[in-house]
């Protein structure tokens, strides 16, 4: 499968741990997006790369949250010190630069 | 800003009748207009796009920016195009915005 990819799928942390998901997006895609998806809800856009600049940040995402694409490749997504609102699907997409994106299946979150 | 609004979070029709899924944008440039789908177990994906102007799986949407509307429609729904749709606005800083989604049940 050469779609994006993501991991863990499903992570159970306890309030107050750090957790970490990585994204690997499509090859050669340059952009790459996070959002955040809640049950009832759609995708809340949290933040998007080009290559390995972060273009956008979304007020949603707190001092809390940090994301990288180091090498303009993988992306990883950082949530310290974990709240329960932080419970939540965690996914990632990627786009050649056309404006389709292309989603992978996303991370599970619960905080306990 | 840029919003989208899906005013119905879930839509009932039999299998052979008409479907509208509604949506409705805030924006003020030229935006870029998108129709995402759901399956039961599957990724989010692409259904369509308003630059495209084509149908897929009979789904067609018209972009009214008089209406700021992009609805989606299909003449005779079937049984497998239940699943959770969400309309997508893409602005000039290429970030997509999704709606809250409408889940459509197409029942035999």
């Known amino acids: 499968d050469t779609g994006v990819s993501q991991d863990p799928r499903h992570k159970i942390t306890k309030r107050g741990q750090n957790v970490t998901f990585r994204c690997d997006p499509i090859s050669e895609h340059n952009r790459l997006y996070w959002y955040r998806q809640t049950l009832g809800q759609g995708p809340e856009f949290l933040t998007y790369f080009q290559n390995e600049a972060q273009l956008e940040k979304s007020r949603l995402l707190s001092d809390r949250f940090s994301a990288e694409r180091p090498k303009g490749s993988f992306s990883t997504l950082e949530i310290q010190r974990t709240e329960q609102g932080d419970s939540a699907m965690y996914l990632c997409?990627?786009?050649?630069?056309?404006?389709?994106?292309?989603f992978g299946e996303g991370s599970w979150l619960t905080v306990v | 800003a840029q919003r989208v609004t899906q005013p119905e979070k879930l839509l009932s029709v039999f299998k052979g009748a008409p479907v509208e899924l509604k949506c409705n944008y805030s924006y003020s440039g030229s935006p870029e207009l998108f129709w995402y789908v759901q399956y039961s177990r599957q990724r989010l994906q692409l259904l369509l796009r308003h630059i495209s102007r084509e149908s897929i799986k009979g789904f067609t949407a018209d972009l009214n920016k008089g209406e700021t509307s992009f609805h989606l429609k299909k003449p005779f729904a079937q049984e497998e195009d239940s699943a959770m749709y969400y309309c997508a606005l893409s602005g000039h800083n290429n970030d997509m915005r999704f709606g809250a989604g409408t889940r459509l049940t197409v029942k035999p």
């Open positions: 997409a990627s786009s050649p630069g056309s404006n389709t994106i292309y």
